[in-house]
């Protein structure tokens, strides 16, 4: 018979041990240990000035290529508005939720991903909710309540831009820190 349990899961916020119980058939217990390293999320500048700009890169040059033939002023305007809020996002909701979260569990790069992946989804709701405060007749009050414009909203082309912006962020920001 086996039993599996967890040690001191933020034993030095560094490492996680699992311990494997063995009952020999003579009621003796046998342990097995195995330890898994996962490092700590560590502030990184290099993280924070390249991870934010890789989205709104893209951006602009989907924009240009797809509307502007090659403007560089599309280019330019698209990619200073998104890194606008890119970077706000990221130093504002991000690391601070990124310091949180490393302090309850230990973070790796899968953990990283899951945030940067739930913080996309909600860094989409005040954009929907700008969109929806300005819906209403010549850019006035809405004439729909929230729920029913995000249903409707959600076929916008901007909508899937916003959770695979968190993952690329954030994936990229853990790659760039844990380089030393």
Do not use: C
Not at 31 to 43: D, E, I
Not at 71 to 99: E, Q
Not at 141 to 149: K, M
């Amino acid at each position: 018979m086996s039993a599996w349990k967890w040690s001191s899961m933020t034993e030095g916020h560094d490492s996680v041990t699992l311990a494997n119980v063995i009952l020999q058939p003579n009621n003796r217990v046998q342990w097995f240990r195995w330890t898994v390293r996962a490092s700590k999320m560590q502030f990184s500048w290099r993280g924070l000035l390249i991870a934010p700009a890789v989205v709104p890169a893209i951006v602009g040059i989907a924009a240009t290529v797809l509307l502007g033939a090659g403007s560089l002023v599309l280019f330019l305007l698209s990619f200073v508005i998104a890194s606008l809020v890119s970077y706000a996002v990221t130093v504002f909701v991000f690391l601070p939720s990124l310091y949180i979260l490393s302090r309850i569990r230990t973070m790796t790069g899968i953990t990283t991903s899951v945030l940067g992946l739930a913080l996309g989804m909600t860094a989409y709701i005040p954009w929907t909710l700008i969109e929806w405060k300005s819906s209403g007749t010549d850019s006035g009050p809405p004439t729909e309540n929230y729920l029913s414009f995000l249903l409707r909203w959600d076929f916008d082309p901007l909508t899937p831009i916003f959770l695979p912006a968190g993952l690329i962020t954030a994936t990229l920001y853990w790659r760039l820190g844990r380089q030393r």
